[in-house]
């Protein structure tokens, strides 16, 4: 059984909406991290956003600001990507990672536990 699994993905128009989920196994991963990463066609993995283990602080990366909301509910094992305004450069495989670091990190390094990734199509 996967310990993260993400959902959500799909081909949306540009100015639509989607929502990414992000559901994990274990308990102990309520006390984890969340981040959001992305990888375009032939591009390398960028941050998205990330949220600390009890929602008190959140980070994006320059291009998700005021479009992209990261959230969770620990109670439902859940973290989500809230993506508003899309555009056909956010095309691209979405992955939901955690970490245990104590500090929120915009880097690979900062989180262990990764799922297989959404895919995202935005069409212009």
């Known amino acids: 059984q996967a310990q993260l699994a993400e959902s959500g993905g799909g081909l949306v128009q540009a100015g639509g909406s989607l929502r990414l989920s992000c559901t994990w196994s274990e308990l102990a991963y309520t006390m984890y991290n969340v981040a959001w990463f992305r990888q375009a066609p032939g591009m390398e993995r960028e941050f998205v956003a990330a949220i600390d283990w009890a929602a008190l602080k959140t980070i994006y990366a320059d291009a998700a600001e005021g479009r992209l909301t990261i959230s969770r509910d620990n109670i439902q094992y859940s973290a989500y990507l809230q993506m508003t305004s899309l555009k056909p450069e956010d095309t691209a495989i979405y992955y939901c990672?955690?970490?245990?670091?104590?500090?929120?990190?915009?880097?690979?390094?900062?989180?262990?536990?990764w799922g297989q990734g959404t895919q995202v199509t935005v069409s212009s």
């Open positions: 990672a955690l970490g245990a670091a104590d500090q929120l990190s915009t880097l690979d390094g900062g989180y262990n536990v």
